[in-house]
């Protein structure tokens, strides 16, 4: 994380104004992205009785979300949303499908140059865990999957 909430940072009040602020990538300086685990209709309820946001499609099977700030300060406000499910980025990385095909594909001297992991959104929304606890469960998780 950064030493900065989002209150201090940009136009984000109330509760969600406490969260940290995280980097990402090496592009996008100019804004910052918000990751959540609501879902993304434009209704308080989805008839389950989970919240949803109305925000962007799920991010591959991950069950996290990007957007939909405006509505998430209000339900965070009114005490609906646990603002601890929501979590701030500036800069990004970001790849075409074509590009990630081809990186996917490179191989270095220890095998496969990259990998994707699909991980619960509790991982990636985790505003506790440490960057060396985040690689450590991720490598974790690749020796499970090649033993």
């Known amino acids: 994380p950064t030493s900065f909430t989002m209150g201090e940072m940009g136009n984000v009040y109330g509760t969600l104004a406490?969260?940290?602020l995280f980097r990402g990538g090496d592009a996008g300086n100019d804004s910052a992205i918000v990751l959540h685990s609501y879902g993304k209709e434009?209704?308080?309820e989805d008839g389950s009785g989970n919240t949803q946001?109305?925000?962007?499609d799920m991010i591959g099977t991950?069950?996290?979300f990007e957007g939909?700030?405006?509505?998430a300060m209000?339900?965070?406000d009114?005490?609906?949303?646990?603002?601890?499910r929501f979590k701030f980025f500036f800069n990004y990385v970001q790849f075409t499908d074509t590009e990630l095909e081809i990186m996917l594909k490179e191989t270095d001297s220890d095998g496969d140059a990259w990998a994707?992991?699909?991980v619960p959104s509790k991982i990636i929304l985790d505003n506790d865990l440490t960057r060396g606890d985040a690689w450590s469960y991720l490598r974790n998780k690749m020796k499970q999957m090649t033993s």
């Open 68 to 71: 939909g700030l405006s509505h």
């Open 62 to 64: 991950s069950g996290v």
């Open 116 to 118: 994707s992991l699909e």
């Open 42 to 44: 434009c209704a308080a």
């Open 78 to 84: 009114d005490g609906i949303v646990d603002p601890e």
């Open 74 to 76: 209000e339900l965070a």
């Open 18 to 20: 406490h969260n940290l």
């Open 53 to 56: 946001i109305n925000c962007g």
